[in-house]
């Protein structure tokens, strides 16, 4: 199982140290009963293989797959071949899920690119803001993944391969690690806009016991299920309430022994707790007008609002989010998963694309530059991108008028970091003239999560979970996934 | 004790040494020198090398390079044949009986590390040793256990508390006592049909102490209709049962519930397990099949269908067709089939063809819908012929596409479409699906390198269907083997696997846990039995004795006396048998997802015990209803008593999976799930305290308190008492009283004070003639005893 063993003085450090009232020495009596792990706490936190980097994430995933080559990848050439057929030799092996190839011509980006920082690292007009952090970002522009749909790509992203029932990052590092906080989940996933195609499965924890699941958060209202006392309960109550059912339970333990009693009692001691810690999180009262300002907490929706990202406030959620992803990961919670889902432009490119990235340029911007203020950058990995990328072609569906979006794209894509000791101001990897494929240092997913994994002081070969007869990972077993030095300072 | 120890071949040495079997291996990793000449010892009760736990686990380190995925240098350990055959030097590895001949030996003691294996970390100086004395005594491989059928018991006193107890008795170790009644009728109750007993159940039994008041009780709970679908659950975890399509579009799927409904059915009528075993694999080849036959067949429609635009039908069926093969390995199988869909197995020994000759069998089934098992009875005959017709047209025209597609890829979406457009078709017209065989233009079978299925292997022409070589060989009714062979097959009684597979899981749903604890894999990487004889022979039972009656197999475990242990645990035993695997006391679950709101509801007087029919939805947060990107099919709540069905009707979502089931560890319906993790977590706290249902079974629970002779005024503590009677099945001891009653007052105080919190606390279930002050104290109260851990375990 688990490499990394939880110990039981961890448990009594971190889970039980809360324990309102109960008597502490009841348990510490039973010291074979903890022994056996049933009872010890499985979040408790702990070190990995090796000294760590970092030590939370904030995993911005751009469900729906933005184009790169209107964002980062920036390609003169394609801009002169605008409108020409695609060359004969990629022609042969590709596959689209609705270009139609005889007819299809490559298509120009209509976006500017310039560069920026010391490092000269490009990105398009349509994102000004993160521009100004490139000294900070580590841009790959070589990533590459197995799949062309979305379900099954994002499955990849999230999991290391495409298969239902997979334990995806964030619950492998709270596997691995435990989390800093015992008041709240180790690991949150906050959601905005139209939900993505993956639904729960991005944020399972597949075959790793539940409590490595991801939390969905909610960014308005109480942030997690069933946080309120029910209506008409107050405090006072529920606290009564509790210590009556922490003595009746109490009495069962005492009686036949069992520690899971112990471990449940201690869990609803854990769940009134955070009822209290967790609403602090979400409630943005402490926050200067300055730092609201620089998220764009307020930032109105712009005149032209977009056809897919859904309804509501989308600028206010997404900046939101990302304001909440710092306190978290101020707060300890280990991996933050901010899902974002409507980047499939498979039409509309220019309207479409320009409401989103407009929407995520400054708040990712203003994450970045205030964990940098900070000092909680070099501990915190930033990742942001989406599942796949889209084709140099443009997309010729028939049926449709004109041809106005791009279509899937796994061989090639974009993807940035910043933080947890990657190499800021680097840009790695190149793609061909058009952008079809890595001209070098291609950057398989594996390749991606097994360096992420490292910054976190864990050997992705060691981080294993024995099911079904298989030791299993997060990088996929039959696949060899290396660790990109490169990538980290 | 004498050991006596061959060296090499014949030459016999005895060596006598004071030791037990336990020092034997500290002799033997120790004694270097010693035993590098050293071969076997004879004497069967002083353990010996044992390849399984002696040299296999040395093995296990030398499979990452040297296995069933990669034979570098040309070299495997998987089997006896393997390490012996040449290698890429032609020369063999090992050679039986002579360390001197066999180069293994000298890599893995080698000093110098270009030479030395393994490369990373070498072996301790005692695994090189243990492998030297393993191949010196002649590499004996025996056959994995699993692969030998079970035999009958040796002796006439065969019974389940004869192995057990004979296990005990080698430790020294005494049995618990008999649980008390009420324990007994609790647990019997929730094993058997996942409900917990009356308060008058409960006392009539406690009242008659004879041993046929146990037996009736037995007979009464498996003759209840609520048997089926607590143990139908059981099997949907393994049948992946969901009631949508999966993936981004994530369809329901209307007629899912034919199926589970047909489980429920086949359960509560005592199905043979043989008979339940073919009509689910080849229900629609059985001559003269009923409407219920198609029905089971749905078993193999459970698997996810992805009709995302833009995928690639054939990939998604090539998918459809490895779950298909994958799910019966570890369902009936518990073999880990599936690895070998890209290669040949690791470590078992099947190999890729054999898989892609399995799913031969699998590869010409199509899927059909029709009006099956009453499902058109609202409709007018002619109404029915029309449907019929204007559904054959769609799938006619699906095919059209389907050929087109044989040769321009390009139109791959125009069959997802069509795909799309017959499930709606079906959704909106009550067909129900089912598996058909294709009899014209019948796909061939062939080796798909790494499992793509745009790559497969034609040399050598297509692969006919057939069994795994190891397993006894698969007699066949015509020329080419079909579906109903391999279901014939897996349920013929030489098959070593299916019996012990099915029994060991009966076993696990009545003691908390397996026999053999890694239920989904009987593999040589999976766990030993903790008590093989029982095993073997409750598989043999099963078979014989049984006749396959799951019925007769759980009446003969639970008339155990080791069934009626007392759950208490033993601090004692806390270290010998830290798992319980030797069965000194009964387990203590906590029951599962659906099972805990199902007894909280029936707790609270609102559980709605109707039987089958179409999905309900219970009340699910709307964030969760919202998550889906399926966004189209809204979430709408249940009205009236379809809002309070048992958790097993509840609409099974892929993408928006119920928090109350997944929170509690119900399995995400992505593959079979033999066994269900059984976490204990704060979110778990948090929701039964606060979410919207369990706190509806609180206000209703205090309700029904509270209305218990409410002319006749009963007092504080006989209501107390009442809500243990009902949750608990136990009498509250004074001290537990008197903490509810105190809790109770003071609610009762804050509550007079506070009459809108008072109203709010109690939503929709006030009792009338109550003051809403006392009602919100006793919901405030009641609460407490959901909650209790003693509630949601079964003792």
């Given at each position: 199982m688990n490499t990394i063993d939880v110990t039981r003085r961890d448990f009594f450090t971190t889970a039980a140290s809360g324990l309102g009232g109960i008597a502490l020495s009841t348990l510490l009596d039973q010291q074979g009963a903890f022994a056996t792990g049933a009872a010890a706490n499985p979040l408790a936190n702990k070190p990995g293989h090796f000294p760590a980097k970092a030590k939370s994430c904030i995993y911005i995933f751009l469900a729906g797959a933005p184009s790169q080559l209107d964002l980062f990848d920036h390609k003169p050439v394609l801009q002169k071949l605008d409108g020409q057929k695609m060359p004969e030799s990629l022609a042969a092996g590709a596959k689209f899920a609705f270009i139609q190839k005889d007819t299809a011509r490559l298509m120009a980006s209509n976006r500017k690119f310039t560069q920026h920082g010391q490092s000269g690292m490009w990105f398009s007009d349509l994102l000004p803001h993160l521009g100004t952090c490139a000294d900070d970002i580590c841009m790959i522009n070589t990533m590459q993944t197995d799949q062309f749909n979305h379900h099954p790509a994002q499955l990849m992203m999230q999991c290391g391969q495409a298969r239902f029932g997979l334990p995806t990052m964030g619950s492998w590092l709270s596997y691995g690690l435990g989390t800093e906080n015992q008041n709240l989940p180790s690991y949150v996933v906050l959601s905005a806009g139209r939900g993505s195609s993956g639904g729960a499965t991005l944020w399972s924890n597949g075959y790793l016991p539940s409590v490595h699941a991801g939390v969905l958060l909610r960014s308005q209202g109480p942030p997690i299920l069933d946080l309120e006392n029910p209506a008409g309960l107050p405090d006072m109550l529920q606290r009564k309430g509790l210590d009556v059912l922490r003595e009746l339970n109490q009495r069962r333990y005492e009686e036949i022994h069992d520690p899971e009693i112990a471990s449940r009692i201690a869990n609803y001691e854990m769940a009134f707790r955070m009822q209290t810690e967790a609403p602090k999180l979400t409630d943005l009262s402490s926050e200067t007008k300055q730092t609201l300002e620089d998220y764009g907490v307020n930032r109105p929706e712009p005149a032209e609002r977009s056809g897919s990202a859904g309804v509501g406030d989308q600028f206010s959620s997404f900046a939101t989010n990302c304001l909440l992803a710092r306190r978290m990961v101020e707060s300890g919670v280990r991996f933050v998963n901010i899902i974002f889902a409507s980047w499939d432009h498979h039409s509309n490119l220019d309207k479409e694309l320009r409401y989103n990235a407009t929407m995520i340029d400054q708040p990712i911007a203003a994450l970045i530059n205030d964990l940098k203020q900070r000092g909680l950058l070099d501990e915190t990995m930033v990742v942001c991108g989406g599942e796949f990328g889209r084709t140099p072609l443009g997309e010729n569906r028939p049926g449709r008028d004109g041809v106005t979006g791009r279509d899937h794209h796994p061989t090639a894509f974009s993807m940035f970091m910043a933080g947890g000791g990657v190499r800021g101001g680097y840009t790695h990897g190149e793609t061909d003239e058009i952008g079809w494929s890595p001209a070098r240092d291609p950057v398989h997913i594996n390749d991606l999560q097994a360096t992420m994994l490292k910054q976190f002081g864990i050997d992705h070969l060691r981080l294993t979970y024995r099911t079904q007869g298989v030791n299993l990972r997060l990088t996929n077993i039959t696949r060899e996934a290396g660790v990109i030095d490169a990538l980290v300072s | 004790m004498t050991l006596v120890l061959r060296v090499f071949a014949g030459t016999k040495i005895v060596l006598r040494a004071m030791c037990s079997s336990a020092c034997l291996m500290v002799l033997l990793l120790n004694s270097g020198t010693l035993l590098s000449m050293v071969g076997a010892a004879e004497d069967d009760k002083t353990n010996p090398i044992d390849f399984t736990r002696d040299i296999q686990p040395i093995l296990d380190k030398c499979v990452g390079c040297h296995g069933g995925v990669k034979k570098n240098a040309g070299l495997s350990v998987l089997s006896r044949e393997l390490l012996l055959a040449p290698t890429d030097s032609d020369e063999p590895a090992v050679v039986a009986g002579d360390i001197s001949a066999s180069p293994l030996v000298d890599r893995i003691s080698s000093d110098d590390p270009d030479e030395r294996m393994p490369p990373e970390e070498p072996l301790e100086p005692g695994e090189i040793e243990a492998l030297k004395a393993w191949i010196a005594q002649g590499a004996q491989w025996p056959s994995h256990w699993a692969y030998a059928p079970p035999r009958p018991a040796k002796t006439e006193a065969a019974s389940v508390d004869h192995f057990v107890l004979k296990q005990l008795a080698k430790k020294g170790i005494a049995p618990s006592e008999s649980a008390d009644r009420r324990t007994l009728i609790r647990r019997l109750s929730l094993d058997i049909t996942g409900l917990l007993p009356t308060p008058i159940e409960v006392d009539a039994f406690v009242h008659d102490q004879s041993d046929e008041a146990y037996v009736q009780l037995v007979d009464r709970l498996l003759a209840s209709p609520h048997y089926g679908e607590r143990w139908a659950r059981h099997w949907l975890d393994e049948a992946r049962y969901a009631d949508s399509d999966g993936y981004e579009k994530d369809t329901p799927k209307n007629d899912s519930y034919y199926f589970r409904d047909w489980v429920v059915r086949s359960l509560n009528d005592d199905m043979p397990f043989d008979q339940f075993t073919i009509k689910q694999i080849a229900g629609d080849l059985l001559p003269e099949h009923t409407d219920d036959d198609l029905v089971a067949t749905k078993f193999h429609l459970q698997t996810q269908f992805n009709l995302e635009g833009g995928v690639d039908s054939e990939e998604d069926r090539t998918k459809r067709i490895i779950d298909r093969v994958s799910t019966l390995g570890t369902v009936w199988l518990a073999s880990t089939l599936g690895c070998c869909q890209c290669h040949d197995h690791p470590y078992d020994p099947f190999n890729q063809r054999e898989f892609y000759s399995m799913v031969a069998f699998f590869n010409n089934a199509d899927f059909a819908g029709d009006f099956l098992s009453g499902s058109e009875k609202s409709k007018k005959p002619e109404e029915v012929e029309k449907l019929r017709k204007e559904r054959q047209d769609k799938q006619t025209a699906l095919l059209a596409v389907l050929k087109v597609q044989l040769e321009d890829k390009s139109t791959s979406n125009d069959v997802i479409q069509h795909l799309g457009g017959l499930r709606n078709f079906d959704n909106q017209h009550g067909l129900v699906r089912y598996l058909r065989e294709r009899t014209e233009d019948r796909r061939q079978t062939y080796v798909l390198s790494r499992g793509d299925f745009q790559r497969p292997i034609t040399e050598g022409g297509d692969l006919a269907p057939s069994t795994p070589v190891m397993f006894p060989t698969m007699k066949i009714r015509g020329d080419v083997p079909d579906r109903l062979d391999l279901a014939h097959w897996l349920v013929s009684p030489e098959h070593p696997l299916v019996a012990r597979v099915a029994a060991n899981k009966i076993w696990m749903h009545l003691f908390g846990r397996p026999l053999v604890s890694s239920p989904g894999d009987f593999g040589s990487r999976g766990a030993l039995a903790s008590n093989q004889e029982l095993l073997d022979w409750l598989a043999h039972w099963y078979v014989?004795?049984?006749?396959?009656s799951r019925k007769a197999l759980i009446r003969l475990i639970v008339d155990s006396d080791t069934y009626r242990q007392s759950s208490t645990v033993r601090p004692e035993l806390e270290q010998i048998d830290p798992d319980n695997d030797l069965l000194a006391r009964q387990n203590r679950p906590r029951v599962e997802a659906e099972i805990l709101r199902d007894i909280a509801i029936q707790a609270s007087g609102l559980l709605s015990r109707k039987i089958g029919g179409p999905c309900v939805f219970p009340p699910i947060p709307a964030i969760i209803a919202e998550q889906t990107y399926a966004g189209q099919n809204k979430f709408k709540v249940s009205e009236g008593e379809d809002r309070y069905r048992r958790g097993l009707y509840t609409f099974f979502r892929r993408t928006a999976i119920d928090p109350n089931l997944a929170t509690f560890d119900c399995p995400d319906s992505s593959a079979a799930k033999p066994q269900r993790d059984n976490s204990n977590n704060a979110l778990q706290a948090l929701a039964m305290l606060q979410n919207e249902v369990f706190h509806e079974a609180a206000q209703a629970f205090a309700g029904r308190l509270l209305k218990l002779s409410m002319a006749s005024g009963l007092s504080d503590h006989a209501r107390i008492r009442q809500g243990y009677l009902i949750a608990l099945s136990r009498e509250p001891a004074t001290e537990e009283i008197d903490l509810l009653e105190n809790l109770l007052q003071q609610a009762r105080e804050y509550y007079k004070s506070q009459p809108d919190e008072a109203i709010q606390l109690i939503g929709n279930h006030a009792v009338g003639d109550v003051d809403p002050a006392e009602n919100a104290a006793w919901v405030a109260t009641s609460r407490v005893i959901l909650n209790l851990d003693e509630f949601f375990t079964r003792n």
């Open positions: - | 014989h004795e049984g006749a396959w």
